[in-house]
């Protein structure tokens, strides 16, 4: 069974900081693909930052400088660093991993269910 659970979000002020944590079970975390979208109301589900298995980042430009997603191999726990926080960044935060399972040849698609993170103003 693979689980992603999220953990971090919350209410913050414009110009505060989070940090998300994806706590990854059932996969192959080391040869995974994390990321983090989000999705606020009315609009639909974006990526925001993903990282792959060398370390290598992709950012959404919105948060290019702001955000910074990172990995812990060894704890199988993807974070999501947020900083400089504004209003338009409330949405839900969803963790995502393209992996494989142990004995399965392919990968896949998964999810976590979502933390909110409201930002006032």
């Known amino acids: 069974q693979v689980q992603l659970v999220e953990s971090g979000g919350g209410l913050v002020q414009a110009g505060g900081s989070l940090r998300l944590s994806c706590a990854a079970s059932g996969i192959i975390f080391s040869s995974a693909t994390m990321g983090w979208y989000r999705q606020a109301p009315g609009k639909q589900r974006e990526l925001v930052a993903s990282i792959v298995s060398g370390g290598s980042t992709n950012y959404a430009d919105s948060v290019k400088g702001r955000f910074t997603i990172s990995r812990d191999n060894a704890k199988n726990t993807a974070f999501l660093q947020m900083s400089s926080l504004k209003p338009e960044n409330t949405a839900v935060y969803y963790c995502?991993?393209?992996?494989?399972?142990?004995?399965?040849?392919?990968?896949?698609?998964?999810w976590g269910q979502g933390t909110q993170v409201t930002v006032s103003s």
């Open positions: 995502h991993a393209n992996a494989r399972r142990a004995f399965y040849a392919y990968t896949a698609s998964y």
